[in-house]
């Protein structure tokens, strides 16, 4: 049996990928099949938390069983879906991979092959959802962010991960070691999982599950 540690609390779980319009038939997007997301929001609802999720492009996942859904295609939209439950929030998980641009221009019909086509699209910076969280300043809620990293030839990943967690000042930062096969569609996910305070635990290979069991945890601790 689930421990029933988030009882009465109040969570909300970023989902999915976001997708950004560039005409009537085309979108720039991050891949993501949102299953990390939806085991986030699953098995929080079984710890008994109140679950919103705010769900973007994802795959053809079932909806986890009581939890509010909220569908949103771009960042923009995510984010106001987020800010406005958040408000409410004992924790915010950000598992969402979002678009960080979107088309400056929207084109009112579908751009054409053929003379003047465009070989190259201008872009805008969307605002960064984590960083505007972070801002609000909710006394005693928890902000939860997901990097994927893949290191390079001067930092780890888990480097990388605590000057994230820092730049962005979330409470808790997954760092998801992606690349070569890993996370992307998988079913299965592995990492770290670093604290503001100064902790690092490794989160070994598993499910997505039981990846989200690790999350709660750690918050479920650090709600007390
Ligand atoms: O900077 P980066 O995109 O790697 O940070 C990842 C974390 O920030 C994730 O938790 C993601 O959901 C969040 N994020 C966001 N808004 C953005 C970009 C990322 O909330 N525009």
Redo the contacts with the bound molecule.
């Keep these: 049996p689930l421990p029933r540690d988030l009882e009465g609390r109040r969570v909300v779980v970023?989902a999915g990928g976001t997708a950004e319009p560039l005409d009537p038939v085309r979108t720039l997007g991050n891949r993501s099949s949102g299953r990390q997301g939806y085991a986030l929001a699953r098995v929080a609802a079984q710890r008994g938390a109140d679950v919103t999720l705010v769900a973007g492009t994802i795959a053809d996942l079932d909806p986890p069983a009581a939890v509010d859904v909220r569908r949103v295609q771009t960042?923009r939209e995510m984010?106001e879906a987020?800010l406005d439950a958040a408000k409410a929030a004992d924790v915010v998980v950000?598992?969402?991979?979002?678009?960080?641009f979107r088309p400056t221009d929207l084109a009112t019909a579908k751009i054409k092959k053929g003379d003047g086509e465009p070989t190259s699209v201008p872009l805008t910076r969307?605002?960064?959802?984590?960083?505007?969280?972070v801002a609000q300043d909710v006394p005693g809620r928890l902000v939860?962010?997901?990097?994927?990293?893949t290191g390079d030839e001067h930092s780890s990943v888990l480097d990388l991960g605590r000057a994230?967690l820092e730049r962005?000042g979330?409470d808790l930062?997954v760092v998801n070691a992606v690349g070569a096969g890993r996370a992307f569609e998988m079913e299965d996910n592995e990492g770290w999982l670093l604290g503001a305070d100064g902790t690092s635990e490794p989160l070994p290979m598993g499910s997505k599950a039981a990846l989200s069991a690790r999350v709660w945890d750690a918050v479920a601790q650090r709600l007390r």
């Design positions: 970023s960042t984010r987020v950000m598992a969402a991979a979002v678009a960080d969307n605002p960064d959802i984590l960083r505007d969280l939860v962010g997901f990097a994927a990293e994230k962005k979330c930062l």
